[in-house]
């Protein structure tokens, strides 16, 4: 597929007035004194691992779909981002990055589910009631935290420990959970118009001048679940597989090709139908979620659109 030798694996441009670079698992971070620069590659990750190949506009997918829940949430918390220059980038407030990431879940599935079907019945501290199946409505959504690691695997934690260990001070832990939830249900909402459940989700938050500030990537395929609503409550009757939009599914064929992160393991070969196939499906994620049509970007000297787009961006003065 000529359009993999296109996708964007990582970038390494040298801006000036930038103060620092960090490279994620999927994004490109330019630090300067006020700002952030996050260019959206199409690498992919999935238990904590960057698999070899990138997905043609994955990156994009995940910084337009990014920016249409930002800005449609920002009346119930206030976000980092102040542009999108590029179809792959976002520019936005430098805020201090709490250091756990707020898991929200509405139904028993992906990681949650694993540990139950392992027999667990707490997970984060929550307690989960017994009978519970695969992709089952939870009684209400709940929190399960994880730490943030820059390397290897995020950890479940508690909300006790956060509090016992001083990660988070109370008060600004009680208003990370009030907004959690509150995003949440609106992203339950604007899924329900979409014919889609909002099934589990990630948040980041940050602090600027004392603020919080919602920040990264909100209900994207990489931090959401989604199941299809018309065909939930029929496949949970008969037992079925729920339908479902999020990057799950490159998950599941990594497992049953024996990878799962763990020592020793190899990240099994990503052939260009599969690659295709999931840049696809990311695509398809897009266009329902937000309800509008995915427009793929001109690939032919995408690196130089890029640059020329983020030089264009720091001329422009927010503050």
């Known amino acids: 597929m000529n359009q993999t030798s296109q996708a964007i694996k990582e970038t390494a441009f040298?801006?000036?007035?930038?103060?620092?670079?960090y490279r994620g698992k999927v994004r490109d971070v330019y630090h300067f004194d006020d700002r952030l620069v996050m260019v959206a590659t199409d690498r992919i990750s999935a238990f904590d691992v960057v698999l070899p190949r990138p997905i043609?506009?994955?990156?994009?997918?995940?910084?337009?779909?990014?920016?249409?829940?930002?800005?449609?949430?920002?009346?119930?918390?206030?976000?980092?981002?102040?542009?999108?220059?590029?179809?792959?980038?976002?520019?936005?407030?430098k805020c201090q990055s709490y250091p756990v990431e707020m898991v929200v879940r509405g139904y028993l599935a992906g990681h949650a589910w694993r540990q139950y079907r392992?027999?667990?019945?707490?997970?984060?501290?929550?307690?989960?009631?017994?009978?519970?199946?695969?992709?089952?409505?939870?009684p209400e959504p709940i929190i399960t935290p994880t730490t943030k690691a820059h390397e290897g695997h995020d950890e479940d934690i508690s909300?006790?420990?956060?509090?016992?260990?001083?990660?988070?001070?109370?008060?600004?832990?009680?208003?990370?959970?009030?907004?959690?939830?509150?995003?949440?249900?609106?992203?339950?909402?604007?899924?329900?118009?979409?014919?889609?459940?909002?099934?589990?989700?990630?948040?980041?938050?940050?602090?600027?001048?004392?603020q919080i500030?919602?920040?990264?990537?909100?209900?994207?395929?990489?931090?959401?679940?989604?199941?299809?609503?018309?065909?939930?409550?029929?496949?949970q009757q008969q037992d079925l597989p729920q339908k479902q939009l999020s990057k799950e599914f490159v998950r599941e064929w990594l497992i049953a090709n024996h990878f799962q992160g763990k020592e020793g393991q190899t990240v099994p070969e990503m052939d260009d139908a599969w690659i295709e196939q999931i840049s696809n499906r990311y695509i398809e994620l897009y266009e329902?979620?937000?309800?509008?049509?995915?427009?793929?970007?001109?690939?032919?000297?995408i690196y130089n659109r890029i640059e020329e787009n983020i030089r264009r961006s720091l001329t422009v003065t927010y503050f």
């Open 118 to 138: 392992e027999g667990h019945r707490t997970l984060c501290g929550v307690a989960l009631p017994d009978g519970l199946k695969e992709a089952d409505q939870l």
């Open 288 to 301: 329902k979620v937000t309800g509008k049509s995915f427009v793929r970007t001109e690939t032919d000297n």
């Open 14 to 21: 040298n801006f000036d007035g930038q103060t620092g670079f």
């Open 213 to 235: 500030y919602l920040i990264d990537e909100i209900h994207t395929p990489d931090s959401s679940r989604y199941y299809y609503a018309d065909s939930y409550t029929e496949n």
């Open 159 to 210: 909300r006790e420990e956060i509090l016992e260990r001083g990660i988070v001070p109370e008060s600004e832990y009680v208003q990370l959970e009030k907004y959690a939830l509150a995003l949440f249900k609106k992203g339950t909402e604007m899924a329900a118009e979409r014919g889609l459940i909002l099934v589990d989700t990630k948040y980041e938050f940050g602090s600027l001048n004392g």
């Open 56 to 93: 043609p506009f994955k990156g994009q997918v995940l910084n337009q779909t990014a920016a249409h829940f930002l800005q449609a949430t920002a009346d119930i918390v206030p976000n980092w981002l102040l542009d999108v220059p590029d179809p792959n980038v976002s520019v936005g407030l």
